[in-house]
């Protein structure tokens, strides 16, 4: 006996492609959608004009020359991170691992203050400290990726594993090198000679950080895009056994991305110690090693794109924190606004990748129609 199969009212597709201006478009609709629903929660929690608080959510971002550029430091910060896991990611392979390569580059920074600061001109010793970090963060990046080349182990639960590996690493040099004695904590380090400290360029103090970070932005671009190893790079994220098939040591390069994404993240400690907090704790990382997460994943691993959504978040970030001190609200409201307007960005790349097709499109064509 037949049975006829109904067809659902509406079936998820995955697209083809989608025209550039077209996914932007889509993106920039998801950003005045959560606005409008953030709107509407504001009023209805706390009956205050959502003008006034996107307002000062700006005024907390770039109310002043100084914010813009915390603002701005904060956003490279992020970004280093961003492109660190961006190599890694086209790979398929999964660093959750950031945290702990932050926090290894940040020790090796540290420790470069505390034992040569003073014995070297400034110049020399940000270039030892640079070093030092990035084969810091390598190192810690390489263990994970020998053991899923050699055993085929789980790269996601291995890096989060060497995050708290890190932390309590970072808690026993906290433990050694705490000044004053007996309060836990380093302390502002070399804070009167200010030895290993990111000097002002231009009278600015954050300088620096952007010229490192943008350097690197645009050389892991042109490595992704043009250069042999970011053409292996892209075979082997695709499917292991076609690289193999065409000749490329899918081991090595497993291996040599990860030391390249481990390295960028400890050079992001460098900038977090060296060039902004001058000190060294469990909590250097902040959870920005997870919140790069976000970057990379929503710029499809565009270095260029992610300084927009670094920006963004770092954006978000401030705003929040300015609107729960200016208007007295807890951290779970401003978060919650926060959410609101990551959960329609995200939403917006749901329908940039798939489209919606519904019963009575599917019958009339082949395909249906792009909802």
């Known amino acids: ?118 014995t070297m001109p400034t110049w020399l010793l940000l270039v030892v400290m640079f070093a030092v970090s990035a084969v810091a963060g390598a190192v810690w990046g390489v263990i994970p990726a020998f053991f899923k080349a050699r055993f085929g182990t789980n790269e996601t639960l291995f890096t989060l594993m060497m995050n708290y590996v890190a932390i309590q690493l970072t808690s026993y040099f906290v433990a050694k090198w705490e000044n004053p004695f007996g309060s836990n904590t380093v302390g502002v380090i070399n804070q009167t000679t200010k030895a290993g400290w990111f000097p002002a360029i231009l009278n600015q103090q954050y300088l620096l950080n952007v010229i490192i970070v943008m350097a690197l932005t645009v050389i892991v671009f042109v490595y992704l895009r043009s250069s042999k190893q970011g053409y292996e790079i892209s075979v082997v994220g695709e499917s292991e056994r076609t690289a193999r098939y065409i000749g490329i040591n899918v081991r090595r390069v497993i291996i040599r991305t990860m030391m390249i994404s481990g390295a960028i993240c400890g050079i992001a400690g460098f900038i977090a110690v060296s060039g902004a907090s001058h000190t060294i704790s469990t909590s250097t990382a902040g959870g920005r090693g997870f919140t790069a997460i976000i970057v990379a994943w929503l710029a499809k691993f565009n270095t260029f794109v992610m300084i927009l959504i670094a920006a963004l978040l770092v954006f978000l970030e401030k705003g929040a924190m300015q609107i729960a001190s200016q208007y007295n609200l807890n951290d779970y409201a401003s978060q919650m606004i926060t959410g609101i307007i990551l959960f329609f960005i995200l939403g917006s790349e749901f329908f940039i990748n798939y489209r919606l097709v519904f019963r009575g499109n599917a019958l009339r064509e082949k395909g249906g129609e792009t909802v």
């Open 1 to 118: 006996m037949n049975h006829k199969v109904k067809e659902p009212f509406v079936r998820i597709t995955k697209r083809d492609s989608m025209p550039v201006w077209r996914g932007w478009l889509t993106r920039l609709i998801g950003l005045v959608l959560a606005l409008i629903v953030c709107a509407i929660v504001i009023f209805a929690m706390v009956k205050l004009n959502p003008l006034k608080v996107y307002g000062a959510m700006w005024q907390g971002a770039f109310g002043s020359t100084k914010r813009i550029w915390v603002t701005t430091r904060d956003t490279m910060m992020l970004l280093c991170i961003g492109i660190g896991l961006a190599s890694a990611f086209k790979m398929r392979f999964w660093n959750i691992g950031a945290e702990g390569q932050i926090l290894v580059g940040g020790i090796a920074t540290a420790a470069c203050m505390i034992y040569l600061g003073g």
